[in-house]
């Protein structure tokens, strides 16, 4: 079994500032990662993922994740966020062997509303 | 290609009464999977449909939920009767046969039982 920590439930920064979300993990076995976004009013949408080599991932609009297996955590950042970044974002598991029942299952924290103010 | 399509987008309903969720995949996607998030709270795995098969449904929360994926392709999701506890967003994702990870996701269905 898997279990996600999304340490923020929420955070607000302003525009153009750094802004870093957190996420820890717990599993038995060895996990896919993943981070998905929900705009208002829209549906989940994937951000990134990390399946496997480089540790670090970026998704199309400046944000990134690293995998960290020591300490358990993907946690995502961005430089500098935009207006348009304001969203509630989902850290994600899945357990990698195709062979388990659940293995295609995801396992969700519960989600950090990222707000970005002018 | 177009995505998954959920609908209704919004369901309000007395407790008590039955709803029923639909859900078209992406189109050749036999995986198919039903989540729902209630209340603010982490989005939860109902079940997995690979065709018409379910392949796991250890989350369908008690036997007032009934789903269904006719000929492998669109899904259904039963409520009845609905209680209160049963007010929040319910996901519909899709992935090709074979694919473990990174599916594609709905825009769901909000249901409001009052």
């Known amino acids: 079994a898997q279990s996600v920590t999304q340490l923020d439930s929420q955070v607000p920064v302003f525009e153009e500032a750094p802004v870093e979300l957190r996420c820890n993990y717990s599993?038995?076995?060895?996990?896919?990662l993943f981070w998905y976004v929900q705009y208002p009013n829209q549906g989940l949408q994937l951000l990134l993922k990390?399946?496997?080599?480089?540790?670090l991932v970026e998704s199309i609009n400046g944000f990134e994740a690293e995998f960290n297996k020591s300490q358990t955590s993907f946690h995502l950042r961005k430089p500098s966020v935009h207006i348009s970044d304001t969203a509630e974002y989902f850290c994600?598991?899945?357990?990698?062997?195709?062979?388990?029942?659940?293995?295609?299952?995801?396992?969700f924290g519960e989600g950090t509303q990222l707000t970005v103010n002018p | 290609e177009a995505g998954v399509t959920q609908f209704p987008s919004h369901s309000v309903i007395e407790k008590g009464q039955t709803v029923t969720l639909r859900c078209d995949p992406i189109s050749g996607h036999d995986n198919l999977y039903w989540y729902r998030r209630v209340m603010g709270k982490e989005i939860k795995f109902l079940l997995h449909f690979v065709k018409e098969s379910k392949q796991d449904e250890s989350g369908m929360p008690n036997n007032r939920f009934l789903a269904e994926r006719t000929g492998g392709t669109y899904s259904t999701l039963k409520v009845q009767p609905a209680e209160l506890e049963d007010s929040g967003v319910y996901f519909c994702a899709s992935s090709p046969l074979g694919r473990n990870y990174g599916y594609t996701f709905g825009s769901g269905t909000r249901l409001t039982v009052v």
């Open positions: 599993s038995s076995v060895s996990v896919y």
């Open positions: 990390y399946l496997s080599g480089s540790t």
């Open positions: 994600a598991v899945s357990a990698r062997n195709p062979q388990e029942t659940s293995g295609s299952r995801l396992t």
